[in-house]
């Protein structure tokens, strides 16, 4: 942990497998990151990123190491830590029968806080309604999600974790799908969830998305962390280039 800076993730010496890997995928991974940090994970196919992402959310086992996020133990408490944090997948599909429209999946967002069974309150509605402005979908929301293209599924997940107000909003190649306009369109919307003090961590390979804010620039390779450092948004691209060709 840096001087006087809370950190929300906190990760010491950890090891992560898959079910039925022979060898850890994540080996000896230290990363603390605090509150506002806007941290981009980058590096070369297969070095992690992704597992990375799944071990903070608690998605993939922690066989070794400390592991607390937003207070609490990942290896113990999953669930809860799931709860605290957004996660935009890299890869998902809604097939076209499913039977959730954009609002009804962006208002899931909230179960996490409201229980699975209780009817969403007043405010419950105007954190998924002011989710839905930002991601720019009003005319999507009656829509049933599965008949929606790949980039205006990936809006209304985008919207489903801004409604759940994280504590800590990881993504995974949020902005593969979308168009020119709508990447320009969220670099703001990510600037104000930065600026509201939620750090960010998110994995790319595309950087012209990026918000104009300090970007905290962390290249992995082989499970392990090869290089951490601050740059300005603008930089980001050579600086992952320099890093992968040295390391
Ligand atoms: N569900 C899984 N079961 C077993 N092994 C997995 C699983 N998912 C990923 N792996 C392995 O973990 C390693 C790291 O994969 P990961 O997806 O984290 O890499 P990445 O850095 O995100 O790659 P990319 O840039 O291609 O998305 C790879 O060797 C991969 O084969």
Redesign the pocket.
């Given at each position: 942990m840096r001087d006087g800076d809370l950190s929300v993730i906190e990760l010491k010496g950890i090891y992560t497998?898959?079910?039925?890997?022979d060898k850890p995928?994540?080996k000896d991974l230290s990363l603390s990151v605090g509150q506002g940090e806007f941290v981009v994970?980058g590096?070369?196919?297969?070095?992690?990123?992704?597992?990375?992402?799944?071990s903070i959310n608690g998605l993939?086992r922690i066989t070794h190491g400390y592991a607390m996020v937003c207070g609490l133990d990942v290896r113990r408490s999953g669930n809860d830590v799931r709860k605290k944090v957004g996660y935009v997948i890299?890869n998902f599909y809604f097939d076209p029968f499913t039977p959730f429209t954009v609002g009804q999946v962006v208002m899931m967002g909230r179960y996490g806080r409201l229980g699975f069974f209780n009817r969403p309150s007043e405010a419950d509605h105007r954190a998924a309604d002011k989710a839905i402005r930002m991601a720019g979908i009003e005319d999507l929301v009656s829509k049933p999600i599965g008949t929606l293209s790949g980039g205006q599924q990936q809006k209304a997940m985008i919207a489903h974790n801004i409604a759940k107000e994280p504590d800590i909003m990881l993504l995974?190649?949020p902005f593969s799908n979308l168009d020119f306009r709508a990447r320009e369109y969220f670099q703001g919307v990510l600037k104000d969830i930065v600026k509201k003090g939620t750090p960010v961590v998110m994995?790319s390979?595309a950087f012209d998305g990026l918000p104009d804010v300090k970007v905290r620039l962390v290249i992995?390779s082989e499970?392990r962390i090869s290089a951490d450092m601050v740059c300005n948004s603008g930089d980001v691209e050579g600086a992952v280039r320099r890093a992968c060709v040295v390391g």
């Open positions: 497998a898959y079910e039925g890997g995928v994540i994970i590096g070369p196919n297969g070095a992690g990123k992704t597992t990375l992402l799944e993939v890299q995974d190649e994995v390979h992995m499970g």
